[in-house]
């Protein structure tokens, strides 16, 4: 029996009204926070496995002040102060990183901000800001790599400051699509190599369902599609640390849902910008493309875009664990083990004698198309 | 401005920019460049050994033609020793079969081939026209598909012939990878971009020389080598996941035109990633069988029913239900199971042979004749009995006559 006289109960409670409805079902915004929360916790419930007494993984939470980041962030949080007030084990416990926003993208001033907010609501004991060009410090060699990748097009010069270094070698790379490519290509291995650098076992991705897809049909377009494995699919990274994605069975729509029921988030989330609709298709880069294909399918057909990236996580890693790596994005040169005889990496004339994968040959400065 | 010179042999006047990349390019260099790249194509995946008789699957479309054009000379300036043939597919559609058959027909006498045509209503006693009178336009490449596929092979059987090429071009392999992804179709998705796809439950072998062609460089070739090819698109639409992957890649074209090349590069990648449950020993097998048996066929222009879409959506909001209904129970025992693919469940596929037909399947009755069925069933009484019948009643007076002027010609 209720306890209570309500117009609209809660499905789930049965004691207060609803406010949300998910998946068809009418939920108060706790009753929702819980269905949610119980989506990512069970896709991490693998690092809980050694109980009471077992060592404490470390993870590392990477937060882009988006939206799936921080509710990512907001759900680990409250199952951490849960946990620790009831006296129960933690399990695992987190890492932030921000990769300081301004750095990425050139728009005006820093996320201090955000930041600050970030520090307050979600006081945590490891939260690290740094900025992008610092990739110049976790990997050393990049400036080699830089330089060989960029070719002619590039002119590195180390008398500069880093940032200026990092900035002119994305202006070097001339297309939409090449410079989103390079770009997430160098935050993954940035991320993935503090993760190194900081003792964490796993990096923790807030990739919402429909962002899955988006990169699962991105990667696939640009020539990635060996890269799946790790880019998509929980797994481990050429990089030795392993990538999951525990927001893999949540839409973008839901996570803003989330948002909406989370006042401690308003302060740290910078809204996406609506995408505009006045740009010409071939002006996009394929990765927006792909992001605003599953966005329109799947508000007609949530479902078949979320099998995207289901179908991308079945797929197997490349055994081919010897095998030379691209220099940048460390994703396979030449053929996945299993493939010989006439394949387009083959064919390729930029196959042979380069240090770099068929993607990455793609996007480099100069490349026609 | 003055005329830019030819990127290969930097002499004549460049008149083409190849989509593939963009080089500008003489008309004789792009011909040239064109037939070498289907000829290495050729040489490097031992497509043929000499005296082998070879049937081109001919629809009058620019591919095959091309693909026809090409082999012909490729088999006399590289003396390939090949016996070549064309073979050529009646679905029975009106308006849209009569006069690219005439092109075919024309064909054969240009490139001195023997040519046999086969109806629809001849192998299975239905023409697509009536197949759309009975279930509708939405899904019937689903039957057109279908039903191409075999008739090509036993078309093939008829003459005698075990290997047959197809025109499939570097836009339709990557459209199938496209469409297998959407459609998250695991088995299909590890055979879509194989060359060839043979095996020893079938005699008959297909291939597609053309694979890594665009089909923008296949439109300029028969352009200006002046092919005589028919132009048309499929007056009914194509399958809706087929349509959309269509949408998508045309659009990515426009972003990068190496992204055709670039799908079926990530494609080849990921056949070899499919858990070997799934691809199996039958890996091959499958793909002579059952390769694009639900697709559409090739031409149209992206419009979308929608309908397999939704019918899949449905299915998946059903199954998602379903499974948040035992999430209770996965706990108990599920942690570690997320990782390694070991926890990955897949679907496996084992092939046999139709028990109607004798054509290789993974069902106990292959997929044409399960659509044979629900067709018939639904059809007057006189018609069932005669379903291979050339007394079918609304088999056309002018198909018969058509068809014994094909078998005139093939002899």
């Not at chain 1, 797929?315 to 940048?328: D, E, R, Y």
């Not at chain 2, 690219?100 to 023409?127: C, D, F």
């Not at chain 2, 570097?170 to 992804?181: G, P, W």
Request: aromatic share 6%; glycine share 8%.
């Amino acid at each position: 029996m209720p306890a209570k006289e309500l117009n609209k109960p809660c499905m789930d409670c049965k004691n207060a009204e609803f406010e949300l409805i998910v998946r068809q079902r009418q939920l108060c915004s706790s009753c929702f926070r819980r269905f949610i929360a119980h989506k990512v916790q069970s896709r991490l419930s693998v690092y809980r496995a050694f109980g009471l007494d077992g060592p404490r993984n470390q993870l590392l939470l990477p937060v882009s002040f988006g939206v799936s980041s921080s509710v990512l962030l907001h759900i680990l949080y409250a199952d951490r102060q849960a946990r620790l007030s009831n006296g129960r084990p933690l399990g695992y416990d987190f890492h932030i990183l921000v990769i300081e926003p301004s750095t990425v993208a050139a728009t005006g001033s820093p996320f201090d901000k955000n930041y600050k907010a970030l520090q307050k609501n979600f006081p945590m004991p490891a939260i690290t800001r740094i900025p992008f060009y610092s990739i110049f410090d976790y990997v050393p060699e990049m400036q080699e790599i830089m330089k060989e990748y960029g070719g002619p097009q590039f002119t590195d010069d180390s008398s500069r400051s880093n940032g200026e270094r990092l900035a002119a070698f994305r202006a070097s790379i001339s297309t939409a699509t090449s410079k989103t490519d390079i770009d997430t290509i160098l935050l993954t291995r940035l991320v993935a190599e503090f993760a190194k650098k900081s003792g964490c076992e796993s990096v923790i991705w807030g990739d919402s369902d429909s962002r899955l897809a988006a990169k699962a049909l991105a990667g696939v377009a640009k020539g990635r599609g060996a890269s799946l494995t790790w880019q998509v699919s929980d797994g481990i990274s050429p990089w030795g640390v392993r990538f999951e994605y525990p927001l893999r069975d949540l839409f973008k729509a839901e996570l803003l849902q989330y948002e909406s029921v989370c006042a401690e988030l308003s302060d740290i989330i910078v809204p996406d910008q609506p995408p505009s609709d006045n740009v010409l298709t071939k002006n996009l880069s394929i990765d927006e493309l792909m992001l605003r294909y599953v966005q329109n399918q799947g508000a007609k057909y949530p479902g078949v875009m979320a099998n995207v990236a289901r179908t991308a996580n079945k797929l197997n890693p490349s055994t081919s664990g010897s095998a030379p790596t691209c220099a940048l994005c460390a994703g396979l040169l030449g053929n996945v083990t299993g493939n010989s005889g006439v394949t387009v990496a083959n064919q390729a004339e930029d196959n042979h004698s380069s240090q770099f994968c068929y993607g990455c040959m793609r996007s480099r400065p100069g490349e026609l198309c | 401005m003055a005329p830019t010179p030819c990127f290969n042999c930097k002499e004549a006047r460049a008149v083409i920019i190849r989509p593939k990349n963009r080089h500008k390019l003489c008309r004789a260099c792009f011909i040239n460049i064109f037939e070498t790249e289907v000829h290495e194509t050729i040489t490097g995946a031992n497509l043929f050994f000499r005296g082998e008789r070879v049937a081109i699957g001919a629809s009058g479309g620019k591919d095959s033609t091309v693909l026809a054009a090409v082999l012909k000379t490729l088999n006399e300036r590289y003396d390939y020793g090949l016996d070549l043939c064309l073979l050529s597919i009646d679905e029975g559609i009106r308006g849209y079969r009569d006069d690219s058959l005439e092109t075919v027909k024309r064909n054969a006498v240009q490139y001195e081939m023997p040519l046999k045509i086969l109806g629809y209503s001849e192998l299975y006693g239905w023409t697509m026209d009536q197949v759309v009178q009975q279930v509708g336009k939405k899904g019937n490449c689903t039957y057109c598909g279908v039903f191409r596929r075999q008739a090509l092979d036993r078309g093939a059987g008829r003459l005698g012939i075990q290997h047959v090429v197809t025109g499939h071009n570097a836009d339709d392999v990557a459209e199938t990878v496209m469409m297998n992804l959407l459609r998250g179709d695991l088995p299909r998705l590890s055979r879509g971009t194989s060359i060839v796809t043979a095996s020893d439950a079938s005699d008959i072998k297909r291939s597609k020389p053309l694979k890594y062609a665009y089909e923008k460089e296949i439109v300029l070739y028969a352009h200006h080598r002046q092919l005589d090819y028919f132009t048309t698109e499929c007056i009914y639409s194509p399958e809706a996941f087929r349509g959309s992957a269509r949408t998508l890649i045309k659009d990515l074209e426009k972003i990068r035109p190496s992204s055709i090349l670039d799908i079926v590069k990530s494609g080849e990648d990921m056949a070899a990633l499919v858990p070997t449950g799934v691809s199996g020993s039958g890996k091959q097998m499958a793909g002579a069988a059952e390769d694009e048996s639900a697709g559409g066929c090739g031409s149209g222009n992206g419009r979308t029913s929608g309908g397999e879409m939704a019918a899949m959506e449905k299915q998946l909001t059903e199954n998602d239900a379903a499974e948040s209904r035992e999430t209770e129970i996965k706990i108990s025992n599920g942690g570690r199971a997320i990782r390694g693919p070991t926890g990955k469940a897949v679907k496996a596929q084992t092939l046999k042979h139709c028990e109607r037909c004798n054509y290789i399947s993974s069902q106990r009755i292959c997929k044409a004749c399960t659509l044979l069925d629900g067709l018939n069933r639904n059809r007057p009484k006189t018609a069932i009995e005669v379903s291979v019948g050339m007394e079918d009643e609304e088999a056309s007076s002018t198909l018969m006559r058509q068809m014994e002027r094909a078998q005139l010609s093939a002899t």
